[in-house]
């Protein structure tokens, strides 16, 4: 059974860091690309940051380049989101998806909120 599970979000200051994790079970993590998605209220999913499944090649939103680095470790099966000078407009749920070809695999999502 495949499986998704993101944790790590929260609420947080403005300025503030939040370290999300996605920990994968049930399909080959490593062959798999690892991304991270958001999705605001009244907002469409948007892709935050991609990795390749050896993780050589990384791609960010504009918004979140220069704050956001995604990882992977590939032994623990998870991926890893640093997000660091987080603002109001990161607030978002925030989803884990593995694709590799035509199978495509999301997580349930954490909430991040960003707030005073």
């Known amino acids: 059974q495949v499986q998704l599970v993101e944790s790590g979000g929260g609420l947080v200051q403005p300025g503030g860091s939040l370290r999300l994790s996605c920990a994968a079970s049930g399909f080959t993590f490593s062959l798999y690309s690892m991304s991270w998605y958001r999705q605001a209220p009244g907002k469409e999913r948007e892709l935050v940051a991609f990795?390749?499944?050896?993780?050589?090649?990384?791609k960010y939103a504009d918004s979140v380049k220069g704050r956001f680095t995604i990882s992977r470790d590939n032994a623990k099966n998870t991926v890893y989101l640093q997000m660091n000078s987080l603002s109001f407009e990161d607030t978002a749920v925030y989803y884990c998806?593995?694709?590799?070809?035509?199978?495509?695999?999301w997580g349930q999502g954490t909430q991040v909120t960003v707030s005073t």
């Open positions: 990795m390749s499944s050896g993780g050589g090649s990384t």
């Open positions: 998806y593995a694709q590799r070809i035509s199978n495509r695999y």
